[in-house]
């Protein structure tokens, strides 16, 4: 919707007129409500720490959207565990529905050290 008069879209009317009332002069009034289209939302990706890597582009759009993995991030010694939006945590690959701005926050966990095998004498 523009405002200043612009054209929002088109308006297509039709009123069948009976044939005795046909050469009468008529007034019609009519009122058009512009209505914007669907709004657009953006999920962004917060790193929380990591030490390498960038985190995955921003998501913009309506709707279900699917939650990348982690991409190129990497935390030193932790592990990565999905996402956090609002206090709900996401894994890689969830769908989250988008009807606001929010910000995904990456969840690293410490990493569990694989125990060395003791040798046998």
């Known amino acids: 919707c523009t405002s200043g008069g612009g054209t929002a879209g088109t308006v297509i009317a039709s009123q069948s007129i009976p044939a005795g009332l046909a050469a009468q002069k008529q007034t ?3 009122t058009l409500n512009c209505i914007a289209g669907a ?3 953006t999920i ?4 929380n720490g990591a ?3 960038s985190a995955p582009s921003s998501i913009t759009g309506t709707g279900a959207k699917t939650l990348p993995n982690q991409g190129t991030l990497a935390k030193t010694g932790s592990t990565f565990g999905g996402w956090t939006i609002g206090g709900t945590v996401y894994g890689s690959g969830a769908s989250y529905t988008l009807s606001s701005n929010v910000t995904a926050t990456a969840i690293w966990t410490a990493a569990t050290p694989t125990p ?5 004498p």
């Open 44 to 47: 962004s990706f917060d790193a």
């Open 51 to 53: 030490n390498s890597g």
């Open 39 to 41: 709004a657009t939302f």
């Open 28 to 30: 019609v009034t009519l």
């Open 116 to 120: 060395t095998p003791t040798p046998t």
